[in-house]
């Protein structure tokens, strides 16, 4: 009894996106928001319907086509991730995807979800022909020996994740900066707080627009309903909600469609200003593309 | 450039259900919406952030597997429909199931788009070994002689259509009444206005409770928001009127989850109060059974 493939593609102007699911994480509550109480951290899973116990958290990665070019927006956890994670290269195979045709990775920032897929436990490099593209802020963050060995115990692990996936392909990583365009309608914009080079990426083609929003949420029936609220994968709590909340701010007066890494699949809608927060309405579901 | 087969399947109790896409028709928003202004249906439409000029309406069937039996509620439009529907078939079988094991069908309501599946043009019965059961009250309507003569010109080919699917098997069918239990956890609740026959269908199974609305709405968007809309299939607007918000009242304090045959796929989810109207929130999409 399985469920369809998960993937789900959509047109941005000429570009096609597919949208890949890498299954979830189960999270307890309790402790998950920093600046809340339970009591109302489980009110807002309850107006959404959702479990009171845990929060299932998703992973959605972007595969974007453009001129016969495959790009990836992050790697899903790979076999790194909890035993509800990882289907991601299955999704990427059933979407007719093959791993050796993907010419560009990019990464929004280096927590293990998003870059875990793309070396294998055992080392193997899953994009062999790939050329890798990082935020520079987060390069410089996660590659310096000094902020490691000052990292509480708790975060060292997160270092050394990072030294394994790009370790060997170091010297070939290309960093970027925010505000230029990185591939053709690609531009990455700097969103620090959940980490310190987090980046989102604004997708033009024509007169379509996508706002690629990467851990802005970490759950939109927390996060973007609560924009003031914050995660504990935040690293810089204030700062991830001040940028959450600019960045809501705009899609939602510009109505652009936005897609994140953590919402429900297919993890692509619109942003709603309701009440001091926000909304996310999904598209609707479609077989044309 | 194909999307994911369009099957989605989740639980209730023991149950488990598989939503089924049959793709969607297009229609012009102009005229759609009997008792509201234009004006104010393009801006339901924009507050869903869906297009302005025309409304996609989508069908999604469901099969229920109990205790190894395969019961269909509808069976989508075969091929009558439009070119952009008829996908049922396909993602039938892509979720490993076969016609020949179809025990019981159950009709909500005699409309071409939840008939149409289960006799194609040439006269083939679809589901050989099933069981048919219609709720009576549509049985007494729409095979009545008298009111298909009676019927204006525009309805005649529905009356037509009735006659071609159910003819050939009209001695073998059931006829059900509301308020009693059809097979086990299905029990159909009388729905009238939408056509005089309409049926919903409360399933049950340990805690799990579903509450299958087929056309109470023909779009969650417009009719869920203002469930006072009268949409132009609906037969006796002000009597579709009242039974929407008898259910969406029902539904939303009993926090049950719904199916909707008309709503994005995977067309299941929660209704919320909101004002003088409803939401629908879709369940979280989930790789988990």
Chains 1, 2 share one sequence.
């Not at 620090?192 to 379509?208: K, M, R, Y």
């Amino acid at each position: 009894m399985n469920q369809a493939p998960g993937f789900y593609r959509y047109k941005i102007g000429d570009i096609t996106l597919t949208a890949l699911n890498d299954g979830f994480g189960k999270r307890p509550l309790e402790g998950f928001v920093r600046n809340a109480e339970l009591a109302d951290v489980k009110k807002a899973m309850a107006e959404a319907f959702l479990p009171q116990d845990a929060l299932n958290i998703t992973f959605t990665t972007l595969v974007i086509q453009h001129g016969g070019k495959l790009t990836l927006i992050d790697t899903g956890n790979g076999d790194s991730g909890a035993p509800t994670s990882g289907t991601w290269m299955a999704n990427f195979k059933a979407a007719g995807f093959d791993p050796k045709d993907v010419s560009s990775v990019v990464f929004s920032h280096f927590h293990g979800d998003h870059i875990n897929g793309f070396r294998l436990k055992d080392g193997t490099a899953v994009f062999p022909n790939a050329e890798v593209m990082v935020p520079a802020a987060e390069w410089a963050f996660w590659m310096d020996d000094a902020k490691m060995s000052a990292a509480p115990e708790g975060m060292k692990g997160a270092f050394a994740g990072v030294r394994r996936v790009f370790g060997p392909v170091a010297k070939d990583v290309k960093q970027f900066e925010a505000g230029k365009e990185l591939l053709p309608g690609l531009t990455p914009i700097a969103a620090p707080g959940h980490t310190p080079g987090h980046t989102v990426f604004a997708l033009t083609s024509g007169n379509g627009k996508l706002m690629i929003m990467s851990d802005t949420t970490n759950h939109p029936a927390l996060f973007v309903r609560n924009p003031d609220w914050s995660a504990v994968f935040d690293m810089d709590g204030p700062q991830a909600a001040a940028t959450r909340r600019k960045l809501l701010d705009m899609v939602s007066a510009e109505r652009m469609q936005v897609a994140f890494y953590h919402a429900p699949f297919p993890a692509t809608g619109f942003i709603a200003k309701d009440g001091n927060g926000f909304e996310m309405v999904p598209v609707q579901w479609s077989t044309a593309l």
